[in-house]
Nanobody, 119 residues
């Protein structure tokens, strides 16, 4: 079992910045990757960014490339999402998730944190 706790959401005007954090606890020795997803009202959840735990390889959805940056602190089992140049369409509940080395999908999810971007 891996427990995830997100923080850092809030409200910001378009063009502003926010940094999300997600701390993992529990069975963290088997982490393969951590990722951020988001779900806007009436829309399906979408992948935003991911980072592999051993090499730090990063992937992003096209809509956030150049604006968002994912990073990790292995010692603290924490992943961050630095969001800049925020747009109203970035408004969503953001979830962090963990993929274990024994899995091919994200297995554990945080409770989500709201990000609201006003125009």
């Amino acid at each position: 079992q891996v427990n995830l706790v997100e923080s850092g959401g809030g409200s910001v005007q378009a063009g502003g910045s926010l940094r999300l954090s997600c701390a993992a606890s529990g069975r963290t020795s088997g982490l393969a990757a951590m990722g951020w997803f988001r779900q806007a009202p009436g829309k399906e959840r979408e992948f935003v960014a991911g980072i592999t735990w051993s090499t730090g390889s990063r992937t992003y959805v096209d809509s956030v490339k150049g604006r968002f940056a994912i990073s990790r602190n292995n010692a603290r089992n924490t992943v961050y999402l630095q969001m800049s140049s925020l747009k109203p369409e970035d408004t969503a509940v953001y979830f962090c998730a963990v993929r274990l080395v024994v899995s091919t999908q994200y297995d554990y999810w945080g409770q989500g944190t709201q990000v609201t971007v006003s125009s």
